[in-house]
């Protein structure tokens, strides 16, 4: 994997520097370098995105199954998030840009599907 496929992917599902950093355990600079071509891109960090990239897909599978059934020119509803706030009252663990990245990746699935996606607005406060 190549600086410019690890930095593809890591946008591709909303994954900020910081979070990246976090999860490996390393200076989020670290990944400015490698992602620079300044360091070269060790495997643990290709391995690591490799199996992040994984889970991506599968998960957006998961999502994507079920509207198969739909009727061409269906709407399909995705949930947007205002706020941090108002994703964690879901339980989720996902960050706004993780779950923004995977509704851009099921616009893209319902378009190709000749679905129309609809977003809706989850609020912060109820």
């Known amino acids: 994997m190549n600086?410019?496929?690890?930095?593809?992917?890591r946008t591709a599902m909303g994954l900020e520097i910081e979070a990246v950093a976090a999860e490996?355990?390393?200076?989020?600079?670290t990944i400015e370098?490698?992602?620079?071509?300044?360091n070269p891109l060790p495997e643990f960090a290709q391995v690591w995105l490799e199996g992040r990239w994984q889970t991506f897909l599968d998960e957006l599978g998961e999502y994507v199954?079920?509207?198969?059934?739909?009727?061409?020119?269906?709407?399909v509803t995705l949930a947007v998030y205002d706020s941090p706030a108002a994703l964690r009252r879901t339980g989720?663990?996902?960050?706004?840009?993780?779950?923004?990245a995977m509704n851009r990746a099921l616009a893209v699935c319902?378009?190709?599907a000749d679905l129309e996606p609809v977003a809706s607005l989850v609020p912060t406060e109820e």
């Open 92 to 100: 989720s663990d996902k960050t706004l840009s993780e779950v923004d």
């Open 110 to 112: 319902m378009g190709l």
């Open 24 to 29: 490996l355990e390393i200076n989020r600079r």
């Open 33 to 38: 370098r490698w992602e620079s071509g300044r």
């Open 3 to 9: 600086k410019e496929t690890f930095r593809l992917l």
């Open 65 to 75: 199954a079920p509207l198969e059934e739909a009727p061409d020119g269906a709407s």
